[in-house]
């Protein structure tokens, strides 16, 4: 696993690269991560409200558990096939980091249908900067090989850049209650998903609540206009985990608007949850993506991979957490 900041173009490309990519693209489709593909779902998810042990409750298909050593230590949402997005503070460069999806448990009680998924590489956003006033704190993790989407686990939609969500606007933040760990000794974390209804606020209102538990001079500004910030008028937002998203149902489709930044939202009740607003790196976080399609691997790999898969046809790239 490589850990990054920013990420460069590719060059141009050859017409025998193309060739060499469409033998590698054959032969990276067995190792697809996931079930069986359900060509009727589609590419931006929703939740849906699901049964099991007679306990009704709502499925979030894109939620990650972001772990090492088989520990939870944040959340993250899976945006596409290969690439998942979290917050920059949870990543440390001497870590080998994997993520968990398919399942709201920690523990699940369906392993044949949730999964842990290595992370191939980690790239932080190049203006990340700090971890008590965090700047760019936005990271991507590209995964090994493509998820193939189903019922349980599927892609958030991305705004476009220009997308501005209104005041007051109704949103969702979930997660397993990591941020409770950092302000209180006896709080565990949550077996089950959880979730809190919450509404965007006004980056002013946001600013002024936190300049005034604030040591710094009442000209600088706190919350910048890379973050967005959310509420729920009281209720602790504990609920949420570093790194977990903010989404939020517009005009029928669902979004991510925010991935957690700020953990001080458990410090006290009445603090809002601050967010690295997602519309602030669409650009950036598609630039890394199609960086991605016009990487070329080399012949070398491909042919590598060749005679692996014929004398493992049946190899299991899954972990199943049992």
Known sequence: MSVSWGGQGAGPLRPWVLSCRLLLLVLWLPLSWGHK???TIPVCSEPWWSTELNVTRRHWPWEVSLQTEHE?????????SVWVVTAAHCIQSNKEYSVVLGTSRLQPSNPSRSFLVPVKDIIMHPKYWGRTFVVGDIALLRLPAPIIFSKYVQPICLPEPTFSLEVGTQCWVTGWGQAKLRFSANSVLSPELQEAEVFIMDNNRCDRIYRKQSLLPRVAHLIQGNMICATNYGENLCNGDSGGPLVCEVQGKWILAGVLSWE???????????????????????????NDVLSAPSCAFSW?????????????FMFCLC
Not at 274 to 281: G, L, N
Not at 304 to 316: D, H, I, M, V
């Open 264 to 290: 001080k939202a458990c410090a006290k009740a009445e603090n809002p949850g601050v967010f690295a607003r997602i519309t602030k790196y669409a650009q950036w976080i598609k630039k890394q993506m199609n």
């Open 304 to 316: 590598l991979l060749f005679p692996f898969w014929l004398l493992l046809p049946t190899l299991p």
């Open 37 to 39: 593909e359900n060509k």
């Open 72 to 80: 939870h230590v944040c959340g993250g949402a899976l945006i596409a």
